[in-house]
Nanobody, 127 residues
Framework: VQLQASGGGLVRAGGSLRLSCAAS????????MGWYRQAPGGQRELVAG???????NYAESVKGRFTISRDNAKKTVYLLMNSLKPEDTAVYYC??????????????????????WGEGTQVTVSS
């Protein structure tokens, strides 16, 4: 199983970016998905999370500006970032709790939930 993130880049303050993160491989089902970020010299922090049923939560610093969503059929989570600020500059990481397929003859069944991280994608906001 892999998580592949894309969509980062350089944008001016006030601009927008949309991040995507797709799961691939031996996926049976996906529970919670989320985005974290880590600024230089800082700790990794939760930006936004979304459950399999679509409930969301956000860091206070991004509420009203960022929107997390997911497409379960595509096994993809998105982060739409509007009104970007220089302090949003960080490496953004996607995270998902995934059940892998496990063969239990005569068919596949769900394995235990495992935590997966994608490679980070850089978001830089210039003032």
């Amino acid at each position: 199983v892999q998580l592949q993130a894309s969509g980062g880049g350089l944008v001016r303050a006030g601009g927008s970016l949309r991040l995507s993160c797709a799961a691939s491989g031996n996926v049976f089902s996906i529970n919670d998905m989320g985005w974290y970020r880590q600024a230089p010299g800082g700790q990794r922090e939760l930006v936004a999370g979304i459950t399999s049923s679509g409930s969301t939560n956000y860091a206070e610093s991004v509420k009203g500006r960022f929107t997390i969503s997911r497409d379960n059929a595509k096994k993809t989570v998105y982060l739409l970032m509007n009104s970007l600020k220089p302090e949003d500059t960080a490496v953004y990481y996607c995270n998902a709790v995934i059940h892998e397929k496990q063969w239990r003859g005569p068919g596949y069944e769900s394995g235990p939930p495992l935590d997966y991280w994608g490679e980070g994608t850089q978001v830089t906001v210039s003032s």
